[in-house]
T-cell receptor, first 112, second 115 residues
Framework: AQSVSQHNHHVILSEAASLELGCNYS??????LFWYVQYPGQHLQLLLK??????LVKGIKGFEAEFIKSKFSFNLRKPSVQWSDTAEYFC??????????FGTGTRLQVFP | DVKVTQSSRYLVKRTGEKVFLECVQDMDHENMFWYRQDPGLGLRLIYFSYDVKMKEKGDIPEGYSVSREKKERFSLILESASTNQTSMYLC??????????????FGPGTRLTVL
């Protein structure tokens, strides 16, 4: 069965630190990959997505993610986090279905 | 702008009650989804629908049913609420149109507490 793993459950950073959140999936075929973010008290919203083409994808608010097919990974990065990035981040994968498989989420706390 | 609305942000019900959660989207999307979100478990798919009057079971359909009588509306029904159904329920929709396929748009969620 398809699955998505987010190994970092809770990450605590100071402002201006660099961020990398891991995401690995288990499926050998073509995939569409997503990162969603949920700010405190707000609804889940799309941060970025990869369907095809350049494996380095840029999203909103300075986030980017790199699809490495050989590693089945789609890690999220940001060179310098801000307090406003405090949120929960979810990786999701779609593999030739209309369903998304979500990871368990990573809670990011950024302190000023 | 894409919009998915859910009928209630907070709901408190008693064990055994029948509960209806409503979701409406205004993007003319074909697909609609119901998830529950629990700490440490992420989002788990309960049911989804590809079209009016069509429904498919997700990963955790037990104890739930759904209804889609109109394209824009997707209802989640708890026939007899139990305490283990206390959770945050999220509705989402997506389009079949090329270029945006698979991107799901989420509502604000309904936090249901079953006492």
């Amino acid at each position: 069965a398809q699955s998505v793993s987010q190994h970092n459950h809770h990450v605590i950073l100071s402002e201006a630190a660099s961020l990398e959140l891991g995401c690995n999936y288990s499926y050998g075929g073509t995939v569409n990959l997503f990162w969603y973010v949920q700010y405190p008290g707000q609804h889940l919203q799309l941060l970025l997505k990869y369907f095809s083409g350049d494996p380095l994808v840029k999203g909103i608010k300075g986030f980017e993610a790199e699809f490495i097919k050989s590693k089945f990974s789609f890690n999220l990065r940001k060179p310098s986090v801000q307090w406003s990035d405090t949120a929960e981040y979810f990786c999701a994968v779609n593999a030739n279905t209309d369903k998304l498989i979500f990871g368990t989420g990573t809670r990011l706390q950024v302190f000023p | 702008d894409v919009k998915v609305t859910q009928s209630s942000r907070y709901l408190v019900k008693r064990t055994g009650e029948k509960v209806f959660l409503e979701c409406v989207q205004d993007m003319d999307h074909e697909n609609m989804f119901w998830y529950r979100q629990d700490p440490g478990l992420g989002l788990r798919l309960i049911y989804f629908s590809y079209d009016v009057k069509m429904k498919e079971k997700g990963d955790i359909p037990e104890g739930y049913s759904v209804s889609r009588e109109k394209k824009e509306r997707f209802s989640l029904i708890l026939e007899s609420a139990s305490t283990n159904q206390t959770s945050m329920y999220l509705c989402a929709s997506s389009s079949l149109h090329a270029g945006d396929t698979d991107t799901q748009y989420f509502g604000p969620g309904t936090r249901l507490t079953v006492l």
